[in-house]
């Protein structure tokens, strides 16, 4: 199966500033692009999108235009600040660079509110014009926060990550599931396969994920979903890079080999127009 990881973060300690990292030590070392590929490539995954690793904000620019001249980097998602006046002239600047696909803004550990604002959602509408989509991250408990914003930017397509971030480990399937269900009734999002493991106790296995994953595809439907890797924060609960890949085949062993080329490299292809 040929695969393009829509979710890799790569980290450069040497170059960047990565505050969260000090509160998780495991992962808190450098992780490169060759490094990442060492292993990916004897799995099939043959290029990924970097996806912007919450770096200081001075960094945010920088950290674009260095990922994107890395090898088998397809493309980016850059981090981006939707409540700043000046998010117009930033997004000018991330347009401008071949290779900019979409644009992140952390939203699981800020305050509600924060993507509730008339001009979060108005500088949201304007990555219609330079075709970028937004990758909404969010907690499960968050959810209706991704309706409400989609819904205020119909022409904007997101991306939501890890399968809405389910407390596998806690909480389980409800009511995380009925809050999927209504976000993928937004025509305009699509669900990144991704993040899962994260929310699992080590020693996780494919049959631990399955229920979730299902209930994606079957909330969203084979064209509106896309795989991502979320290394190297998907090895946090002991897991390695092999075990989610492996996982997420064994899986969806029994959809058609067409099914599975959307999930793992068509659609991607498609939504980040690669």
Same mark, same amino acid.
């Given at each position: 199966m040929r695969i393009l990881d829509t979710h890799l973060h790569l980290i450069y300690p040497e170059r960047f500033s990565y505050p969260w990292l000090a509160g998780a030590?495991?992962?808190d070392r450098p992780w490169s692009v060759e490094a990442y590929f060492a292993e990916a490539r004897e799995l099939g995954?043959?290029?990924? *999108?970097?996806?912007?690793?919450? $770096?200081?904000?001075?960094?945010? *620019?920088?950290?674009?235009?260095? $990922?994107?001249?890395l090898p088998h980097i397809?493309?980016?998602i850059a981090a981006c600040r939707p409540e700043h006046p000046g998010f117009a002239a930033h997004i000018e600047q991330l347009a401008a660079l071949p290779g900019v696909k979409g644009v992140r803004r952390i939203l699981h550990e800020a305050p509600d509110a924060l993507s509730q604002t008339t001009l979060f959602a108005e500088n949201i509408r304007r990555l219609a014009a330079h075709d970028l989509s937004f990758d909404l991250c969010l907690r499960a408990d968050q959810l209706h926060l991704g309706v409400a914003l989609a819904d205020k930017a119909p022409e904007v397509t997101f991306i939501l990550d890890h399968c809405g971030n389910p407390d596998i480990s806690?909480?389980?399937?409800?009511?995380?599931?009925d809050a999927l269900a209504a976000v993928a009734r937004c025509p305009n999002v699509v669900c990144k396969v991704s993040g899962i493991v994260n929310h699992c106790q080590p020693g996780w296995t494919a049959e631990t994920l399955r229920p979730y994953v299902e209930h994606v595809i079957e909330s969203?439907?084979?064209?509106?979903?896309?795989?991502g890797s979320d290394h190297p924060v998907a090895t946090l609960t002991g897991g390695t890079l092999t075990d989610w890949v492996e996982a997420a085949l064994a899986i969806t062993a029994g959809a058609s080999p067409d099914e599975r080329a959307k999930l793992f490299h068509a659609n991607a292809e498609r939504y980040y127009r690669l």
């Open positions: 030590p495991a992962i995954v043959e290029s990924a *999108l970097h996806m912007e690793v919450d $770096v200081a904000e001075p960094d945010m *620019l920088a950290e674009t235009r260095f $990922v994107l001249g397809a493309g980016a806690g909480l389980g399937l409800d009511p995380w599931r969203f439907g084979w064209d509106r979903v896309v795989w």
